[in-house]
C-alpha cells in the first residue's frame, strides 16, 4: 500500500516554455501532498506543502506564480513550472500523507532538464 | 526554528560490518521518528519507523529512540554494498505526516 506516482518522469523543455507535473496516489487519499526539489549532491528542499481543495503553503524564498500547485482531489496534485529557465533544471519529488497516516510517501520523481 | 542534524558523512564500513548512523533533534515535542533510504538519482524510500523509546528491529536494521537525549539512530548490521545510499533522518512534531522536518542525511559506503 501507499503507492505515490508521479508523471513524467523525465521531462526536457526549451527555456520559457511551462511544464507540468502530475503527482497521484494510488491507493490512498492524499490529504496532504508536498513538493520538494533536489540538485545534485545536495539535499531535499521544500518547496509547498498542499492541502486538498486549499491554497499551497510555499516555502521562504519560492515563488508562487513561478511554482503552481493545485490540489483539487484527493489523489492529484500537480506542480507546474512556468516560463522555466536552465536554472529550474532539477529533481522535483512529491510526496503525499493521508488522514491517519504517520509519514509521508514519496513519489519516484521527475527530473526536468531546461536547455 | 526546528531542525534535524545528521552528520553528512561519506561514512565508509567494510561488508559485513555495523553501520551505525546518527540524528539528533531540537523539538523536545516531537512524536514520531522515520529512516528514509535514497539511491543516487532516486526518491526516498521508508525503510524504519520508531514512536517510543529503545530499540525497534526490521531485519538487519534497528532504530534506536531515546527523547530525553533527542537522539535517533539507525544501525545497519552484516552491512552490504547495496546499501550504499544517503539515509535521511525524519522528525515529525505530532502524530500524522503533515509537520516533517528532515535531516540533511549521510551518505553511507559499505565497501566490498
Known amino acids: 500500500g501507499a503507492v505515490v506516482s508521479q508523471h513524467p518522469s523525465w521531462v526536457i523543455c526549451k527555456s520559457g516554455t511551462s511544464v507540468k507535473i502530475e503527482c497521484r496516489s494510488l491507493?490512498?487519499?492524499?490529504?496532504?501532498m508536498f513538493w520538494y526539489r533536489q540538485f545534485p549532491k545536495q539535499s531535499l528542499m521544500l518547496m509547498a506543502t498542499?492541502?486538498?481543495?486549499?491554497?499551497?503553503?510555499?516555502e521562504q524564498g519560492v515563488e508562487k506564480d513561478k511554482f503552481l500547485i493545485n490540489h483539487a482531489s484527493l489523489t492529484l496534485s500537480t506542480l507546474t513550472v512556468t516560463s522555466a529557465h536552465p536554472e529550474d533544471s532539477s529533481f522535483y519529488i512529491c510526496?503525499?500523507?493521508?488522514?491517519?497516516?504517520?509519514?509521508?510517501?514519496f513519489g519516484p520523481g521527475t527530473r526536468l532538464l531546461v536547455l | 526554528q526546528k531542525e534535524v542534524e545528521q552528520n553528512s558523512g561519506p561514512l565508509s564500513v567494510p561488508e559485513g560490518a555495523i553501520a551505525s548512523l546518527n540524528c539528533t533533534y531540537s523539538d523536545r515535542g516531537s512524536q514520531s521518528f522515520f529512516w528514509y533510504r535514497q539511491y543516487s538519482g532516486k526518491s526516498p524510500e521508508l525503510i524504519m519507523s520508531i514512536y517510543s523509546n529503545g530499540d525497534k528491529e526490521d531485519g538487519r536494521f534497528t532504530a534506536q529512540l531515546n527523547k530525553a537525549s533527542q537522539y535517533v539512530s539507525l544501525l545497519i548490521r552484516d552491512s552490504q554494498p547495496s546499501d550504499s545510499a544517503t539515509y535521511l533522518c525524519?522528525?515529525?512534531?505530532?502524530?500524522?505526516?503533515?509537520?516533517?522536518?528532515f535531516g540533511p542525511g549521510t551518505r553511507l559506503s559499505v565497501l566490498p
Open positions: 525524519a522528525v515529525n512534531e505530532d502524530n500524522y505526516g503533515q509537520n516533517f522536518v
Open positions: 491507493d490512498f487519499q492524499a490529504t496532504t
Open positions: 510526496s503525499a500523507s493521508g488522514t491517519n497516516q504517520e509519514t509521508q510517501y
Open positions: 498542499s492541502n486538498e481543495g486549499s491554497k499551497a503553503t510555499y
